[in-house]
């Protein structure tokens, strides 16, 4: 695996001259975000979710659009004026974003409310849509239930009447969460270096990892359409034949299905309550040295769209500059069809651990198996194969002061092994605790309360009072009231903020909002910090 060439702006993920090869200027990029709909609950973050992906490509290219609220409309994505003055629709350009709703029926049909009319319509929907016959070659939906992969669904069935030379499209198999920085972590992600399936799927599970992003690939053949999801990571023009379709997800095990394959969930209230005092990210960039040395890598060259760069023989070392680190030790073999058990990558991933000194600084305990899962199907006859394990990750959560962290994006240690068992992949977002104290900075306890630390009141009075004052509970309490708790995500723990960390109740809810839609949301209620 070469390392790429990444200036301090990151790599610039273009091919060739966009003046030269595209029609009618550089046609590189556009999006499209929905906040206020015609006929749907509103959502407040998907502005953010396409500025975030557009502003990475706005440091070699000026976009083409970014549509927003009312003016996303349906002409914009069907085949009569989706390259509208070669400039303006999803067909426009070459890379193409949506942040909003989604939704999808039971025979595959999937559809976006949208935030105008025109023609009478206020949706898009894929039947209709007729992309990459003009110059689209990457679609990413980052909506709820965009690229379906299980009960009956798969992207073939959902995508490809209105795939005429596409050749990747990013979703989701779940009900997603409202959030804006989709689109940052993906780029974030991508200059690791990693594929952009693999970035799609990594920048999701720093949200939720109770989501399963999807991807969809194709190509003249299995190993072509295969190929494009394990490698592709430059914006190529040319388009290709969907002669046959491979789709990748990140399928989190439900403790329901495999009691064993998730930790337990506690919700008691600590003990005691403390705050962690986290080891500065710059002090603990000064260990990269020995960090290098654990994995037999070159010291890394120096810092690159803030990261920490090396690479030798096949492996890759990443840092970040608040310290966090990935290493790609090799590609997973792709011989042996038959995954790990739960328990043997359990075992093997605790061997890791120790051989790596990856709890060397900090204490972790198991927390999930996450598998990424692979299918495919035949143009010629369009059946889906049976889906398959490519890898088993093992996570590992950071424990601090006897309770998990529980912030999605930090406190892991996670290791990917391949159906032979050997480890292809470290990913490492633990932080150092340097001291606990009980003097919080934030003391979620009303004056009088009793003064021996614990909190007068349980985490789920703390977490119902922290939905009731959420900005969609608040937004729409009428269809708010119609919500679930999404399973194994409720738990009482340490939330990461910079150099801090503070005991919270967190979950994650899923709000029915009629007509298909749903939309999840994280609730967070600080008990101290």
């Known amino acids: ?63 083409n659009f970014h549509f927003q609220d009312g003016g996303v409309q349906a002409w914009q994505y069907e085949e009569d004026y989706d390259n509208w003055q070669d400039t303006y629709g999803a067909d426009a350009v070459l890379a193409f974003y949506h942040s909003g709703h989604g939704g999808m029926g039971g025979d595959g049909n999937f559809w976006a409310p949208l935030g105008g009319t025109w023609d009478g319509r206020n949706a898009a929907v894929a039947s209709n849509m007729r992309l990459g016959n003009e110059i689209v070659n990457y679609v990413f939906w980052s909506t709820c239930t965009s690229c379906r992969v299980k009960d009956g669904h798969d992207p073939y069935r959902t995508w490809s009447q209105a795939n005429l030379g596409f050749r990747m499209l990013f979703g989701f198999e779940t009900v997603s969460v409202d959030n804006g920085d989709y689109g940052r972590f993906f780029w974030e992600e991508y200059n690791h270096p990693k594929s952009f399936a693999r970035a799609w799927m990594d920048a999701s599970w720093r949200i939720s990892q109770a989501q399963e992003p999807s991807v969809v690939a194709v190509g003249t053949d299995a190993n072509d359409a295969g190929a494009r999801l394990q490698n592709e990571r430059t914006l190529e023009w040319g388009h290709v034949p969907a002669n046959y379709w491979s789709w990748l997800w990140y399928d989190r095990a439900r403790s329901a299905i495999e009691p064993d394959a998730v930790a337990a969930r506690s919700v008691e209230p600590p003990s005691e309550l403390r705050v962690a005092e986290l080891l500065p990210p710059a002090e603990a960039l000064q260990n990269v040295r020995d960090l290098a040395s654990r994995f037999d890598l070159p010291n890394p060259a120096g810092p690159t769209a803030g990261l920490l760069l090396s690479a030798s023989d096949g492996r890759a070392l990443s840092v970040t500059r608040d310290g966090r680190y990935e290493v790609t030790l090799g590609e997973p073999t792709a011989d042996n069809p038959d995954p790990l058990s739960v328990d043997e990558a359990k075992r093997l991933a605790a061997k890791a651990l120790g051989a790596y000194g990856l709890d060397r600084d900090i204490d972790v305990e198991f927390d999930v198996i996450r598998r990424m899962m692979a299918g495919g199907a035949s143009a010629e006859d369009g059946g889906a194969s049976d889906p398959r394990v490519l890898e088993t990750t093992v996570q590992f959560r950071q424990i601090i002061n006897g309770l998990p962290v529980v912030s999605q994006d930090a406190g892991d240690v996670r290791i990917t092994l391949d159906n032979d068992g050997r480890v292809t992949r470290v990913e490492d977002t633990a932080r150092r605790v340097t001291q606990l104290t009980d003097r919080p900075t934030r003391l979620v306890q009303p004056p009088g309360a009793e003064a021996d630390g614990r909190p007068p009141r349980d985490p789920e009075q703390l977490l119902g009072e922290a939905w009731r004052t959420h900005r969609a509970r608040a937004a729409h309490s009428d269809a708010a009231e119609r919500v679930v708790p999404v399973a194994d995500t409720t738990e009482v723990g340490y939330h990461i903020r910079g150099n801090e960390a503070g005991l919270v109740a967190r979950r994650e809810i899923e709000v029915d909002f009629g007509n298909g839609i749903h939309k999840r949301y994280e609730v967070l209620a600080p008990i101290a910090g």
């Open 1 to 63: 695996m070469a390392v790429a060439d990444i200036s301090m702006l990151g790599e610039n993920p273009m091919t060739g001259n966009p003046q030269r090869d595209a029609r009618g200027g550089a046609r590189v990029f556009g999006a499209c975000s929905v906040e206020t709909f015609v006929d749907q609950s509103a959502l407040s973050l998907t502005h953010e979710d396409a500025a975030g992906w557009l502003d990475y490509l706005r440091q070699w290219q000026v976009p």
